[in-house]
């Protein structure tokens, strides 16, 4: 196999092609915060958790987010395509900070280092 030195190391954000972008754009500011690389493809997908399993396969950070049907989930490749590492339901009335710690644990995962709380009883500006 050769390797594409041209090919970025990114997190995959795959999103539902009838998802909007706006809706999870804090999860990108998490990622941001944590400087991790991140890129948007739209597909069409069945489940969030689909969506990053396969984008965790797809990235070469192992790490992948997707969005689908008001969903998110976050992804690792060594994991069972069935467990996320982590997902949040009803992300359209998702506190903003609450995304924000999610994308920032999927930058964390490529780190390694410990999540921040995804609880919305614990997350604090």
Known sequence: MELDLNVRPVVLIYLDKRAS?????????GLEEEKIPFTLEQKDFSTATEAAYI???????NVGIGYVNNEVALHYKNLA??????????????????????GGNAA????GVPFKSIDPMEVKA
């Open 21 to 29: 972008a706006e809706d999870i754009q804090y999860i990108f500011y």
């Open 55 to 61: 984008a965790a396969n797809t990235s070469s950070l």
């Open 81 to 102: 395509p069935e467990t996320p590492y982590q997902s949040i339901q009803r992300v359209v009335t998702c506190p903003p900070l609450v995304l924000k710690s999610f």
């Open 108 to 111: 964390r995962l490529v780190k």
